[in-house]
Every structure is written in structure tokens, then in C-alpha cells.
């Protein structure tokens, strides 16, 4: 029975040719040999490039009581959970994506993203 199931031709869900099944040929043309994964580019992902997504970037948490969040005045300072320099944390939709470093662009504050966080999810 094992024998019958080598040479279908199953469908590849990760490619992007809008239903059609991928033959295995081109499953092996597309494989990454160090890692066995797929190659994908961004016209993969073309269906998804007008969602709005919310990015965050936190410099740091720190905890009050309301009393204390009530005597807050314009100057007052919070002390935050980070040291300075050290790395900040990127959300995008509340899930940790990236850490980076704070930098100035034009007069304006801006985010370099120093290590890709990667997921256990595929």
C-alpha cells in the first residue's frame, strides 16, 4: 500500500497558483536544500498586502497604582523595566515579532529592527 502512495501527485497548500495542485517536480525545483522548506516571495503573499496590521513598539513597562497614575503631571518620569540601550520589542497585532533600537530620522523618532523573532508556527 505504501507503494501506490509514492508517486501521487498532492496538492502543494503553500504554493500560490490559485487551486492548481503542484506535481512534485516542481515541489523539488522549489525546495530549499538546507532546510527542505518551500521558497516563497513576496507575490505569495500579494492577497494579504492591504490588511492593516497595528505596530508596536515597546520601550519598556513599568507598573503603578492609580493613586500614583493620578498626581502625573506634564515632566513627571516613569521608570521603565529597560536599561538604556538596550533592545526594544516590536508587535505587530500584539504578537512579538522583532527587537530593534531606537533611532533618529529627520527629527523624528524611528525603530531599526536588530533580530527577527521567529515563531514556532509555519
Known amino acids: 500500500m505504501a507503494d501506490d502512495t509514492e508517486n501521487m501527485n498532492l496538492p502543494d497548500l503553500a504554493a500560490s497558483n490559485q487551486g492548481t495542485p ?8 522549489d525546495m530549499n536544500p538546507e532546510d527542505g522548506e ?5 507575490t505569495d503573499l ?4 492591504d490588511i492593516p496590521v497595528h505596530v508596536s513598539a515597546i520601550l519598556g513597562k513599568s507598573h503603578i497604582e492609580v493613586s500614583e497614575l493620578l498626581k502625573l503631571d506634564e515632566g513627571t518620569i516613569i521608570e521603565l523595566d529597560r536599561k538604556v540601550g538596550e533592545a526594544i520589542d516590536i508587535y505587530v497585532n500584539d504578537r512579538l515579532v522583532a527587537r530593534g533600537e531606537v533611532v533618529v530620522v529627520e527629527e523624528r523618532l524611528g525603530v531599526t529592527m536588530t533580530e527577527i523573532i521567529k515563531s514556532g508556527i509555519n
Not at 503542484?22 to 525545483?29: D, G, Q, V
Not at 518551500?38 to 513576496?42: D, L, M, P, S, V
Not at 500579494?46 to 498586502?49: C, I, P, R, S, T
Open 22 to 29: 503542484a506535481t512534485s517536480s516542481s515541489n523539488a525545483e
Open 46 to 49: 500579494e492577497a494579504v498586502f
Open 38 to 42: 518551500a521558497e516563497r516571495n513576496a
